[in-house]
Nanobody, 122 residues
Framework: QVQLVDSGGGLVQAGGSLRLSCVAS????????MGWFRQAPGKEREFVGR????????AYADSVKGRFTIPRDNAENTVYLQMNSLKPEDTAVYYC???????????????WGQGTQVTVSA
């Protein structure tokens, strides 16, 4: 059974940083591209960023480019979302995702974490 367990969310002031973690089990982690989506109240789910299975290719939404990075540790079956210079508009539930494809479309990701809440105060 595939499981993605997200953690690390919380409340932070604008300009601060948070690091989210996602631990995967039940799949060959090093063979999967990983990513993050987020969903704010009343808004559609939004692509945040993705990292290739090897870690050599990364891509980010324009809204987070230069502020967020996605490292991964294949030995630990873990992907991270390092968020710096946080803004109130980054407030959302963040979801870790896994796919064998290389895509920004949410419906292409077969596996999802349970989500972790990030709240950024002004």
């Amino acid at each position: 059974q595939v499981q993605l367990v997200d953690s690390g969310g919380g409340l932070v002031q604008a300009g601060g940083s948070l690091r989210l973690s996602c631990v995967a089990s039940g799949l060959p982690f090093s063979g999967y591209n990983m990513g993050w989506f987020r969903q704010a109240p009343g808004k559609e789910r939004e692509f945040v960023g993705r990292i290739s299975w090897s870690g050599s290719i990364k891509a980010y939404a324009d809204s987070v480019k230069g502020r967020f990075t996605i490292p991964r540790d294949n030995a630990e079956n873990t992907v991270y979302l390092q968020m710096n210079s946080l803004k109130p508009e980054d407030t959302a539930v963040y979801y870790c995702v896994a796919s064998t494809g290389w895509t920004t479309r949410s419906y292409d990701y077969a596996y999802w974490g349970q989500g972790t809440q990030v709240t950024v105060s002004a």
